[in-house]
């Protein structure tokens, strides 16, 4: 190198600062009031759980529970904003114990300088039992004020030690009209309308599936787009991939959907319990757990009141095990159908129930000793099978005998309703009882 080099005091060029990536749409229209939140006025309205929390300026830990993209995050931060806490968040997920010890610490340092700590954990659920215990001595003592965020069912994922210290808000996805909201806010953020007509629009929302986060997604890249002229549903499509509907098949939806088409069914409803079908289809569910449950269906909810009913049931798993998908779905399908419109009856199942209870009350009751057999000279001694009556020695084939313990109230277990073929079984039933009658059983 000259050694003018090393004086040389020429302008230096201008430096060129780094280009900054654009911020995403939904951190730029982030609410900063609880005003500003869109949707979940149940709980945030002056008559809800968080805003008389808010308004009377008492604030307990909480789990919100409620599906992605509804504003569990963003309630959080603005609960710490209104309440003067420090936000502190972490997620389940990627803090270990370590990490626990280091948060609570500085939550206890704050603490001793008269500030609290809003503990913000996502995906709280995934916490172990151990983990979630060490939030309780701190919760207590007032270090942390915990909100924990989850769309799993924290009666089932959470300790009972942890929500008995933590009020559980429910959040719900956002309706269509609260999604043309938030829409709208993005395009004003943006300074210009999305280039869709109104039905393509319509169905942009729909996509979201109820999702804030995944609407203004969807809304980011359709404002991208250089357009003539607005787009229609179908070229709309071409360029965007439909976003799947929200199913766990392990978790709450998956259990929600399955109850829904059960009670569909047991409903006498077809096309509700085929758009349940249909829902879980879609979501990826194994159509051979569809058709177990839907073969308990037609055991438990309607019986002997169509006694076909189960044989449907079995027809249409055995074709679809023939045929595979997505053909053999179809006989399931059918399957729904017949069980929608079947006679209802749950006589047999409420029977079933009663005498595994009678046969846990009774305990090791013996059988009546004339219907015991006798195969040894020592049996037939000590009683056994004497005063058996054949009943088909009897008149009309029914000899009316006991079969119960001795000493055993006899209980009345099934009780046929007059729908379907249960009808038939009833007047066969109340026959048999008469005639009990008549011979003193």
Not at 241 to 250: E, L, P, Q, V
Not at 356 to 377: C, D, Q, V
Not at 419 to 430: A, S, Y
Request: aromatic residues 8%; charged residues 25%.
């Amino acid at each position: 190198m000259a050694m003018a080099d090393l004086f040389d005091n020429s302008p230096e060029t201008p430096t060129v600062p780094p280009k900054v990536a654009a911020r995403p749409l939904a951190d730029r229209i982030r609410p900063v009031r609880m005003s500003d939140v869109i949707g979940q006025e149940k709980v945030l309205g002056p008559d809800g759980p968080l805003g008389s929390m808010l308004s009377s300026g008492s604030l307990s830990s909480l789990i919100l529970w409620g599906p992605p993209g509804v504003g569990k995050t963003t309630i959080a931060r603005l609960l710490a904003d209104e309440t003067d806490l420090k936000f502190v968040q972490i997620s389940a997920i990627f803090t270990g114990v370590p990490d626990l010890r280091k948060v609570f610490e500085s939550a206890r340092l704050r603490r001793e300088q008269g500030h609290g700590t809003l503990l913000f954990v996502d995906e709280i659920h995934r916490f172990n039992k151990a983990q979630q215990d060490s939030f309780l001595p701190h919760m207590e003592d007032g270090t942390i004020l915990l909100v924990g965020a989850t769309t799993e069912n924290p009666s089932f994922e959470l300790n009972a030690a942890v929500m008995s210290r933590a009020q559980v808000i429910v959040l719900e996805r956002l309706s269509l009209g609260e999604l043309e909201r938030l829409a709208q806010r993005a395009e004003s953020e943006l300074g210009r309308k999305l280039p869709l007509t109104p039905d393509a629009r319509s169905n942009l929302l729909e996509m979201a599936d109820g999702d804030g986060r995944a609407a203004l997604n969807l809304i980011e890249q359709v404002a991208a787009w250089n357009t003539d002229a607005p787009l229609d549903q179908q070229a709309m499509a071409q360029r965007l991939m439909r976003r799947a509907a929200k199913y766990d098949k392990s978790g709450d939806e998956h259990y929600n959907l399955i109850s829904a088409l059960h009670k569909s069914v047991r409903g006498s409803d077809p096309d509700a319990a085929l758009y349940w079908f249909g829902r879980m289809l879609e979501g990826g569910e194994d159509p051979r757990y569809l058709a177990r449950r839907i073969a308990r269906m037609a055991v438990e909810d309607i019986g002997l009141a169509d006694p076909a009913a189960a044989r449907q049931c079995l027809d249409a798993w055995a074709m679809y095990e023939r045929l595979g998908s997505p053909e053999g779905e179809l006989a399931l399908a059918q399957a729904v159908i017949y069980l929608a419109l079947a006679p209802k009856s749950n006589a047999g199942y409420v029977a079933y129930k009663g005498a595994r209870a009678e046969a846990r009350r009774t305990g090791s009751l013996m059988p009546p000793a004339h219907i015991l057999n006798a195969p040894t000279k020592m049996m037939k001694e000590q009683g056994y099978g004497l005063g058996y009556a054949y009943d088909h020695d009897a008149e009309d084939g029914f000899s009316g005998q006991n079969y119960f313990p001795d000493g055993m109230k006899r209980p009345v277990l099934y009780t046929p309703v007059e729908r379907g073929f249960e009808r038939e079984l009833k007047k066969r039933l109340d026959w048999f009882v008469s005639r009990r009658l008549k011979r003193g059983g």
